[in-house]
Each structure stands twice: as structure tokens, then as C-alpha cells.
């Protein structure tokens, strides 16, 4: 199993900015999917998830409205847009997966607990 985190980098607040992850070695379309993002010193906290479908979505409150995820089944890839960032995004962004075939919208998993697969991380740093 692999997940490759990409995109990263630095950006002014305001900007926007997108992210990758390509993933192998495992059947991607039944896998919910996530981002979380982890600053020094802190836990790793939540940032977006998606189902296998691409159908229901959650996103922490911190960046609802602002940050966009996608996934791409044919592709294996999940994505991130991150619109109107803010100085406190700054974090290593890294995205997650979790086998979960059926479709839940009242349970989507939220706790970096509950995955079992991470990437390397992308390192994204916002100036003000």
C-alpha cells in the first residue's frame, strides 16, 4: 500500500493552492478517504474526507468553505483544493485511507484513529 502526498508549498494568504495523492497496492474505490494536516508539537487533526463514491463529504470547521475535496476512482487519486488560504493552514498535510465499502453519510470517519493507511505528508506553509 502506498499514498503519495503532493502539491505542497508556499503561498501568501489569500492564495489558493492544490493537492495530490496518488495511491497503489490497494482496490482505492472501496476506501473512504481523508486529509489531515499536523503542525509541531500538536496531534494530527482533521481536515476532509470523502466516501468511496465521491458522494458525501465532511470538512472540519476550520476550513468548510474553503477547501475542496475530490477523489478520482479510474485515477486512484484524492484531492485537496485549498481556496483563500489562511496563515494558520500552515501545517504537513497528509491523506488517509480507510477500507469502508457502503456508503454511511451519518458516519464518516473523522478520527486520525480510524484510518489504517497515511502518506509521507506535503509541507504547506502560508505567509501573512
Known amino acids: 500500500v502506498q499514498l503519495q502526498a503532493s502539491g505542497g508549498g508556499s503561498v501568501q494568504a489569500g492564495d489558493s493552492l492544490a493537492l495530490s495523492c496518488v495511491t497503489s497496492?490497494?482496490?482505492?474505490?472501496?476506501?473512504?478517504m481523508a486529509w489531515f494536516r499536523q503542525v509541531p508539537e500538536k496531534e494530527r487533526e482533521f481536515v476532509a474526507t470523502?466516501?468511496?463514491?465521491?458522494?458525501?463529504?465532511r470538512y472540519s470547521d476550520s476550513v468548510k468553505d474553503r477547501f475542496t475535496i475530490s477523489r478520482d476512482n479510474a485515477k486512484k487519486m484524492v484531492f485537496l483544493k485549498m481556496d483563500s488560504v489562511k496563515a494558520e493552514d500552515t501545517a504537513v498535510y497528509y491523506c488517509?485511507?480507510?477500507?469502508?465499502?457502503?456508503?454511511?453519510?451519518?458516519?464518516?470517519?473523522?478520527?486520525?484513529?480510524?484510518?489504517?493507511?497515511w502518506g509521507q505528508g506535503t509541507q504547506v506553509t502560508v505567509s501573512s
Open positions: 488517509a485511507a480507510e477500507y469502508l465499502p457502503y456508503s454511511d453519510p451519518d458516519h464518516l470517519l473523522t478520527d486520525r484513529y480510524d484510518y489504517d493507511y
Open positions: 497496492g490497494f482496490a482505492f474505490s472501496n476506501y473512504q
Open positions: 470523502i466516501n468511496w463514491s465521491g458522494k458525501f463529504l
